[in-house]
């Protein structure tokens, strides 16, 4: 779909890859369909995005702030024979709109996530899933956290639009139908909000 450019801020996130158990990671907890579209918020080089694409044939978006990286996704996506799935943006995740996600990954900071929130909260549908690797979206409750123990004790913070902001009223018996069948079962069973280990899934 190649690259495309939109204004950017002043706001800037180190970008640190994400590890390959950690893309495993993702991979076994999310379950989208071909109607579902992922966006990688921060996608540095590509390498989750590619995966996701690849592994589930479905529509990814990325979105890179350094036109370095977002051009080593696109050679990525090249050689996995993935072009044709991922549209890459050269530019700011404060002013894309966020509309058409229906999973988002990230890996920022929590200064980052609590500045992104309100387009979260505002822009994403009911039911949208949301993987946060290490740091929380603050004001959010997450549906689990799930701990990662073979990859340097990562953290993945799952949120679910519709239930995770706190004025949210979904009653937990409802998670099932709100999501749609985008996360694995396992982690709509138990406490909500409690921790669980990937090995234990």
Request: glycine share 6%; net charge neutral; proline share 5%.
């Amino acid at each position: 779909m190649g690259l495309s450019a939109v204004p950017t801020s002043t706001v800037t996130v180190p970008w640190v890859p994400s590890r390959d158990e950690v893309i495993k990671a993702v991979l076994s907890i999310i379950r989208p369909s071909k109607k579902d579209i992922i966006f990688d918020i921060g996608c540095g080089d590509g390498r989750v995005a590619t995966t996701l694409a690849s592994t589930y044939g479905v529509q990814t978006i990325c979105i890179e702030l350094r036109e370095d990286l977002a051009r080593k996704a696109q050679k990525l996506a090249q050689e996995k024979g993935v072009e044709h799935l991922l549209e890459i943006v050269i530019g700011d995740m404060y002013t894309f709109s966020l509309s058409r996600a229906t999973i988002v990954y990230m890996y920022l900071l929590t200064s980052a996530n609590y500045l992104l929130r309100p387009k979260l909260d505002k822009e994403l549908q009911p039911g949208s899933i949301v993987i946060s690797l290490d740091f929380p979206v603050p004001g959010w409750r997450p549906l689990k956290v799930v701990e990662l123990p073979q990859s340097w004790q990562r953290t993945l913070y799952v949120y679910v639009k519709g239930y995770s902001e706190v004025s949210a009223d979904i009653p937990s018996s409802k998670l099932r139908e709100l999501v749609h069948g985008r996360l694995r079962e396992e982690l709509l069973e138990g406490v909500m909000g409690g921790y669980i280990k990937l090995s234990s899934l």
